[in-house]
């Protein structure tokens, strides 16, 4: 459509404060971290290989943020995700680790774990419509209690536990050596990406198909929007619900390897906070709690800003890591901030 | 069955605890009319058609439509809309996050390759369906960038495009203006000639006039009978509504106004609150009722906020009883003998999940401060006796105001001010989308009340009703308070006032 000034019936053209949000995210990114990259030149961070470091090292959290996105667009919230990271690294660690199953078997294990982890709070909040925030709270216990029941140990995946998952966890994906950088002996490296990086992308891609072209997606959006009337317009609402917190926790569980692949090892205070991470990047993205507007490219560019600030913090190295913490608290407010103001700009144009 | 009859309802019984709300009801629709359903709040039109699209599960009685096997019964809204009956609630309920198109597929969309979603297809077919209908809209914008009456014709072109053969409007008209009126009943007029059965729930008397082709009365949860309009006069209509030979409404006469003006109560001077109200002043004296006129959004709601302190006034100065007040909150109003009774009560006034007795007790509780506690026993006191003098009809005093029709609600949120005894009581729009019966008892009410010394502000839409309580007018337009009219010189009149609304130049100061 084109984008003229008064349309044709003549309805005035509103701000539109969603794509403007997006554009912020996406705008504060770029300058972060062009900003980064100046006043860090000497540090290396002008490099692409930091650039896909913000992509490796992130990788889990894309993920559960593309979740959490689904859900927070019903207007609802998963805080049970860090726990379940945990759990299902605890779980990897365990299996191949010390009882040495394989590698495969105990991916779909977790992968099947979040499905039934999802599904059981999907029908307590979709069907018994209790509150989403009690239901994952409870899942979150469960989650940490079950890391800890499952051991209280810290275990690392080592090579010799399980080639497989270590030669998964290693493997370099190399791009043309030309994006690389010279060193200083003269040895050209390349830059490369890991596997999980492609599995954070494809969800990306996936879940960003889904919520634009699938009936599910739409329907999490009219769900988000107006419950009520998604409900007289013949849209199963508590069946979308559910679906949501099965997906959402599923995701997880995608995450959960590919932040196992990272770390390789399980401990009871992994992921400790991860829901609240997951939250920020979606907010800072651009998803409105009270649900029905948002998408995963803002939740994507969330989880880089979320990155990028913690990176900015440890190439500085003189600051403390709480530092972090305190700018992402800024940027929410701010965030939140601007998204009221759009509403109220939307309202006062009305 | 006859022929052309569409849908049947028979012996209909529906009784809510301590309630019965239908007892012998019936209704009969005929393909291609606009039915007319009329009674009291409280009459059972809203429960008898949410039995009928499956919301409430009726007690007892038989519904048969045309073309349908036996004895319907409808188990949820999807059940009503598989066999074509669509409702368009006063509400809009459809999506606003969503575009026009989307909202009028959703559940439905047109899939392509891979069961994705046609965009593309779908903003055709969109688009086709509101040119047909002659609606100008550009579908691939959201929903909320339009206005409500925009909203309902989305909401009805999307049950058309469904094939409904019944077509519900629960009160579509009541926020709309006289344009967007017409739009509708053009709309509405284009689908009885293609043969679909239209029920048309409103209050406005006129409209049914205009668009309808027949009317059905109930009463108390009862059939009064289903006439044609032209057998059907206007006063003839009310009656049978009202169950009573009319009490021409315009006999209620100013009684306790016309006496001796009191004493200033309340006066401002050139308050303001940007944005939304320019420099106004206001007087009003003991036992007066003012009326504060004016189209929607010419201020009249902004400027009592800003007497009453919902919206702080940043210029000028406001005196009650002679001393200069300065109200920053609604708690400041209330301590100093005001009240304020909101125009939205969905949205500002009712608290739906408290009961009746508790909703009253608010403002009085409010002003004594929480450490003040009013006994039990004088709560129920107070509840009982608002309850018996305004006549709410509620089961108990217990009960959730949620569970009240509108007028009753109405009157249990004028009841919790008449309970903080105030001097001062501001009515913003009171009787709106109440019936006629309960209209004329607010309107006893606030002259009875000036009678014995209280000061009304009643702000209203129906001019009619504001010649009848007020005493003088402040007229508004844009924002500004741009004059004011009193019956000092005989009685105001509608024309009068109008051409003050409209800014004829005599009653400019």
Known sequence: MKQTAV???????????????????????????????????????????????????????????????????????????????????????????????????????????????????????????????????????????????????????????????????????????????????????????????????????????????????????????????????????????????????????????????????????????????????????????????????????????????????????????????????????????????????????? | MENNVLIEMRNIRKTFPGVVALDNAQLTLHRGEIHALMGENGAGKSTIIKCLTGVYERDAGEVYMDGVEGNIWNHSTMDAQNIGIATVYQEVNLCPNLSVAENLFIGRAPTGRFGAVDWKTMNRKAQKIMDDLDIQVDVTRNLENYSIAIQQMVAIARAVDMDCRVLILDEPTSSLDDKEVEKLFRLMRQLRDKGVGILFVTHFLEQVYEVCDRITVMRNGQFVGDYTVAELPRVKLVAAMLGKDFDDLAAIKQEGTGKEKGEV?????????????????????????????????????????????????????????????????????????????????????????????????????????????????????????????????????????????????????LARWLATDPEFLILDEPTRGIDIGTKTEIQKKVIELAGKGMSVVFISSELEEMLRTCSRLYVMRDGANVGQITDENGPITQEEVMSAIAGGDSHEK
């Open chain 2, 265 to 413: 109560l309340v006066e401002c001077k050139n308050m303001s609150h940007k944005g939304t109200i320019k420099p106004f002043d206001f007087v009003i004296r003991k036992g007066e009722v003012v009326g504060l006129t004016g189209l929607l959004g010419s201020g009249r709601s902004e400027m009592v906020r800003c007497i009453y302190g919902a919206d702080r006034s940043q210029t000028g100065t406001e005196t009650m009883g002679g001393k200069e007040v300065h109200i920053r909150q609604p708690l400041d109003a209330i301590k100093l003998g005001m009240g304020y009774l909101p125009d939205d009560r969905k949205a500002e006034g009712c608290i739906a999940d408290l009961s009746v007795k508790e909703n009253i007790m608010l403002a009085l509780q409010a002003r004594q401060g929480i450490f003040h506690r009013v006994s039990e026993a004088k709560q129920n006191e107070i509840a009982d006796r608002y309850i018996k003098e305004l006549s709410i009809k509620t089961p108990s005093r217990e009960t959730p105001i949620s569970q009240l029709s509108g007028g009753n609600q109405q009157k249990v949120i």
């Open chain 1, 7 to 350: 349309k044709k019936d003549g309805s005035r053209r509103t701000f539109n404060g969603n794509n403007m949000l997006l554009a912020i995210t996406i705008l504060l990114f770029v300058v972060m971290y062009t900003t980064g990259c100046i006043v860090y030149r000497d540090k290396g961070f002008p490099h692409l290989q930091t650039f896909l470091n913000l992509f490796i090292t992130n990788a889990g959290l894309i993920c559960v943020a593309c979740g959490m996105t689904c859900v927070m667009l019903t207007g609802g919230i998963d805080i049970s995700v860090g726990s379940l990271i945990a759990m299902d690294c605890m779980l990897l660690a365990f299996g191949m680790g010390i009882k040495g199953i394989p590698c495969i078997p105990m991916v779909l294990l977790v992968l099947a774990i979040g499905i039934v982890f999802g599904a059981v709070q999907g029908y307590l909040i979709g069907y018994l419509e209790i509150q989403p925030f009690i239901v994952t709270m409870a899942g979150l216990f469960f989650g940490r209690g079950m890391t800890a029941v499952i051991c209280t140990d810290q275990i690392s995946i080592t090579q010799d536990m399980n080639q497989l998952f270590y030669s998964w966890a290693n493997a370099k994906i190399t791009l043309p050596a030309f994006l690389g950088y010279t060193n200083k002996k003269g040895k050209v490296i390349a830059p490369f990406i890991r596997p999980t990086v492609l599995i954070a992308l494809a969800v990306v891609v996936v879940i960003f198909l889904v919520l634009k072209y699938t009936k599910f997606g739409r329907a999490l959006y009219a769900v988000g929007g107006n419950p009520v009337s998604a409900a007289m317009m013949g849209l199963n609402v508590k069946k979308i619900k559910m679906q949501a917190y099965i997906l959402s926790s599923f995701l997880c569980s995608i995450g959960a390897i590919c932040y196992c692949l990272n770390t390789m090892s399980g401990s009871v205070q992994q992921a400790r906070g991860f829901e609240i991470d997951a939250i920020a990047s979606s907010v800072i993205g651009g998803t409105l709690l009270t649900g029905g507007v948002g998408n995963v490219i803002g939740s994507l560019f969330g989880c880089l800003i979320n990155g990028t600030i913690t990176q900015l913090v440890t190439t500085n190295g003189k600051l403390l890591s709480s530092w972090a913490n305190i700018a992402t608290a800024a940027l929410l407010m701010a965030f939140i901030i601007l998204q009221s103001i759009f509403a109220m700009v939307k309202n006062r144009n009305r």
